[in-house]
């Protein structure tokens, strides 16, 4: 891979976090999509930057972003973006959104950057390299077992009722934490302070950046059914993030959760 992808990828989580931290304000206005979720300018404002500068640095890759994509299935190379994962939290004064960012070749991320531009912690991943914050390398948690550990979990009720799994993850001995963001919390799989995290929803910008991050930390990372997507540039079911240890042990629960809607990987 060339080394321009990894520079360029940085410096839009940069330019990205400068934005985020600018606007980020009480009373922040924002209008509702039909999914209940909520859009500001500065999700506008990050995903259209995105566009332009990968399109002015590679006219022939394309872009799937939450808010606005360029895309077809004719590239080899797709930037799958999340602008401003967490927008719920940020534009009502908490301070635990990111911005994520992957690169995928024929499918497959090969590279994942998860900015939290409130701590200034920059997590970085490509393929074979080995996963990092801030330059440091990280790797992810060495418990054999869910109890005592923190699991973050995310869109309960979308893809499979995730209540049942809580329930039964409480009752294991497992802290729960949610309504974070979901790169928020998959960061901290990789750097080993959570467990694992469990993301109920479809999209793949939700789930591609950590994917990467998590796997070149030591973890591993599935849909909510145990399989890995053939590709991740499409709708999939969920994703468990782990420190690999646990992961047979999360899916077993996961089973639990009654299917709401049947994805396809």
Sequence with gaps: MTAAY??????????????????????????????????????????????????????????LAEEESDHDHSHDYVWVCDPVDGTHNFSHGLPTATFALALLHKGQPILGVILDPFEDRTYWAEKGKGAFMNGNPIQVSKSTSIKKTLIGVGKTRDIKNLFPVMDKLHQSGVSIISGLSIHYVSSL???????????????????????????????????????????????MPGQLCSNGLVHDEILSILALGPDLKKIES
């Design 6 to 63: 990894l520079d360029i990828a940085l410096d839009l989580a940069k330019k990205a976090g400068v934005v985020m931290r600018n606007n980020f304000t009480a009373g922040m206005k924002k209008t509702w999509k039909d999914d209940r979720s909520p859009v500001t300018e500065t999700d506008l404002a990050v995903n259209a930057m995105i566009l332009k500068e990968v399109k002015d640095n590679f006219p022939d890759h394309s872009i």
């Design 189 to 235: 799989v990789a750097a080993g302070e959570f467990s694992a995290s469990i993301f109920g929803g479809k999209s793949t910008h939700d789930m591609t950046p950590a994917k990467i991050i998590i796997e070149e930390a030591g973890g591993r990372v599935t849909d909510m059914y145990g399989n890995v997507p053939a590709r991740f540039d499409g709708d």
